[in-house]
């Protein structure tokens, strides 16, 4: 097992776009490590360039120290397990564990024993000698991931391997290959652009959007302190909610005010270090959905601002409720315990939990940083 | 009702487009003569081997099938193996000007054959091939329609699988030989019997470029035995049952495979 490190690495197309922009990443060993992003942020490309299937235009990759950059797929000691699954579609689910093994050269014994340990692990043993059509899609994910393990080597390269699974069986074979990263100790590398895959799977995640890495942390560290708006929009579901407005200061204290004034409140002090510092005006409000709540009577308290809002739908979900308003032509939405009943159309209080917002400054997109 | 219209319709045309080759087959059985006697008998009165034998013992024509089937699965195993090489390239690598060079091939396909027969006559004789085997097996070393009917079918295989052996360690010649080659088996069966029968029914050139008997591929032969026996239909019909026999007997062996390939790229799976 090992620790793979990118140093500045770059991927510069012939007509010169920039699908990787001076990526630095450091996964250590045994470390579960996501890359997540929207279609076409470079995710992919990064993870393609680790394999080995890509070209690197600038920048080092290094296993175990040991910079990969011109060693072919084969030599980088990685298994990749695909999209599509890939499994070879003319060989049996035993010849797709053993293609990679015999090309390797290994004896006929010590082939047949990692495949049956691979086949076990994975729940395998009955389908070995089908083919892969004759298998559902949970059971060629599972072919593929187990033409990974088989190999035993140093890094394990996921690229977006649930996305063709449906729903149910998504959540499943999410939980297992946390397993399995478990069990096999192994190095893994996982794209995806689902952000819940991401939040439940990483040990540490990596935020990309235009070929830039946007943040590298933990899973609870994003989203409680996104470095911007991109990052705060991108973690969580239903996503953070957003009100343009600027910050006012009066009698040296800070107001937040929004763009059309319906909105004014003091904010706590722990902002105001930073605001001053950095001479903030025009900022985003952030807040999550489940720190806005529905006022019922007399519930407010000294740390809650009032919001009123026009109700426009409302999704019942079971165990919550998902609320949709509009608040200066803004969409707001909320998310309650239980079940709630309100009217479409009607006006309602909701409020907001100072402790819980964040700003962000609409120059640079930045979270006004607090500690 | 319908049905029964359209089975009586399809029965009809099925039996005018069999009875010539029913017939051909019957009178290679028959005497010389009995097929040329009016009312024409469809079963011969005497069966006999007599045709064959005079084929095979005095007119050498075991030589020429030999020559045909010999020529004919040369020329198909190794166009087929060039075809499938450039047509995976074709479609996976990644080359300069690749496709500037795929377009020009293709448009060399509206120069009609029979324009390139002389050049190509006098290269092959430049070279020395004249009145040999090579002479028809260079031309149909690699042919552009077989390349353009991979390609397009290469075209279908997705990158990963092709990438997922690499990581797994394999080189080109082994992804080529062992992930392309037998998932390309439908289309190779379908380019297999174009390629078979294109040689194996060809007549123009063998005969420019044949001038021993010796040489002569089957058609060239039969050819030769219409002008010298005239009168006698029935060796020329043993003729031609000899000729049209492996023909139909490949195409058979492989129907299942064409009918697949007639049917790739129309529906998607």
Redesign the interface.
């Known amino acids: 097992m090992a620790e793979v490190i990118l140093k500045n690495v770059s991927k510069i197309y012939d007509d010169n776009t920039k699908a990787v922009d001076n990526v630095t990443i450091n996964i250590k060993d045994k470390e579960f490590v996501v890359l997540v992003g929207p279609s076409g942020c470079g995710k992919t490309t990064t993870l393609r360039m680790i ?3 890509e070209d690197i235009s600038e920048g080092e990759i290094l296993i175990d120290g040991k910079i990969i950059n011109d060693l ?3 030599d980088r000691d ?3 397990v ?3 699954y ?1 499994l ?3 060989m049996t689910v035993y010849e797709n564990l053993a ?2 093994l015999k ?2 050269k290994f004896d006929k014994m010590e082939i047949e024993k990692r495949i049956n340990e691979a086949a076990r692990i994975l729940g395998l043993e009955k389908y070995l000698n089908r083919k892969p059509k004759a298998l559902s899609g949970g059971q060629r994910q599972r072919v593929a991931v187990g ?1 990974a393990i088989v ?1 035993n080597p140093k890094v394990f390269l996921f690229d977006e391997p649930l996305s063709n699974l449906d729903a149910k069986l998504r959540v499943q074979m999410r939980s297992e290959i946390s397993r399995l990263h478990k069990e096999l100790g192994a190095t893994i590398v996982y794209v995806t652009h689902d952000q819940v895959e991401a939040m439940t799977m990483g040990d540490k995640i990596v935020v990309m959007k235009d070929g830039r890495v946007q943040q590298i942390d933990t899973p609870l560290n994003l989203y409680n302190k996104p470095v911007n708006k991109f990052v705060a929009e991108f973690i969580g579901s239903p996503s953070m909610n957003f009100i343009r407005g600027e910050i006012l200061v009066e009698n040296a204290q800070l107001f937040f005010q929004s763009a059309l004034k319906n909105l004014t409140f003091l904010i706590p002090d722990r902002f105001k270090a930073p605001v001053i510092k950095h001479s903030i005006q025009q900022v985003w409000l952030g807040i999550r959905p489940e720190d806005i709540h529905l006022k019922t009577e007399n519930t407010q308290t000294d740390n809650q601002v009032i919001l009123e809002s026009k109700i426009q739908l409302i999704e019942p979900l079971g165990n919550q409720t998902l609320v949709y308003s509009t608040f200066e032509d803004q969409q707001i939405i909320s998310e309650h315990r239980g079940f709630l009943s309100s009217r479409k159309d009607a006006t309602e209080q909701f409020l907001i939990d100072k402790n819980k917002i964040h700003f962000f400054d609409q120059e640079t997109e930045l979270r006004i940083e607090t500690l | 009702m319908k049905r029964i219209l359209l089975h009586t319709v399809l029965i009809f045309i099925a039996v005018i487009t069999l009875i010539p080759f029913l017939w051909m087959i019957s009178a290679s059985f028959m005497f010389d003569g009995h097929a040329s006697v009016f009312p024409p008998r469809f079963i011969p009165d005497q069966f006999t081997l007599m045709q064959y034998e005079r084929l095979f013992e005095r007119l050498s024509i075991a030589q020429n099938f030999i020559n045909s089937l010999v020529l004919s699965l040369l020329v198909t195993v190794i166009s087929l193996a060039f075809n499938s090489m450039a047509g995976y390239a074709f479609a996976k690598y990644k080359i300069k000007g690749k496709n500037k060079l795929f377009n020009l091939l293709i448009s060399s396909m509206i120069i009609p054959a029979q324009v390139t027969m002389l050049p190509l006559f006098l290269m092959l004789k430049w070279m020395g091939f004249i009145n040999t085997y090579m002479a028809i097996i260079i031309p149909g070393l690699a042919n552009i329609f077989g390349i353009f009917l991979i390609r397009q079918y290469c075209i279908s295989i997705p990158d990963s699988l092709i990438e997922a052996a690499r990581i797994d360690g394999a080189n080109d010649f082994l992804i080529y030989r062992k992930i392309i080659l037998p998932l390309l088996t439908p289309v190779l069966a379908t380019l297999a019997i174009f390629t078979f029968l294109g040689t194996w029914n060809d007549f123009l050139w063998p005969l420019i470029v044949m001038t021993d008997d010796s040489m002569y591929t089957l058609p060239v032969a039969l050819a030769n035995l219409m002008l010298e026996h005239t009168k006698d239909p029935e060796l020329m019909m043993a003729g031609s049952v000899v000729t049209i026999l492996p023909v139909i007997i490949v195409f058979l062996a492989l129907q299942k495979y064409y009918m697949k390939g007639i049917m790739m790229g129309s529906v998607k799976e």
Do not use: C, E, S
Request: hydrophobic share 40%.
């Open positions: 394999a080995g299937l072919p797929p084969k990685i298994a990749m695909f999209q599509n890939a070879y579609p003319h293609f990679g090309l390797r033409r190999r």
